[in-house]
């Protein structure tokens, strides 16, 4: 999982500050993108809705910590998540 860190829900609930962690991250066990009511795809690409993920990222893509394009939208997520209302 190289330097990628997992941070607990529960610590996020309660407010623990011990580490700072990125507001967009590598998820691999599926929690993502793909589920959110912010995400939509247009021409092959993966895209984000929301003004803060946009602000911290400096496009509406959703892309890596390293400008590409993410592949595979249900293995990154962030703060800005917000579940999809089917």
Same mark, same amino acid.
């Given at each position: 999982?190289?330097?990628?860190?997992?941070?607990?829900?529960?610590?996020?609930l309660e407010g623990k500050k011990e580490e700072k962690y990125p507001p967009y991250m590598y998820s691999p066990v599926?929690?993502?993108?793909?589920?959110?009511?912010?995400?939509?795809? #247009? /021409?092959?690409?993966?895209? !984000?809705? =929301?003004?803060?993920?946009? &602000?911290?990222?400096?496009?509406?893509?959703?892309?890596?910590?390293?400008?590409?394009?993410? #592949? /595979?939208?249900?293995?990154? !997520?962030? =703060?800005?998540?917000?579940? &999809?209302?089917?």
């Open positions: 999982m190289g330097k990628n860190k997992m941070i607990k829900l529960v610590d996020l599926g929690f993502g993108c793909h589920v959110c009511e912010y995400y939509y795809m #247009k /021409d092959d690409k993966h895209y !984000c809705n =929301n003004k803060e993920y946009q &602000k911290y990222k400096g496009t509406n893509e959703l892309v890596d910590d390293k400008g590409n394009q993410i #592949k /595979d939208p249900s293995k990154w !997520c962030s =703060n800005w998540f917000h579940p &999809k209302n089917d």
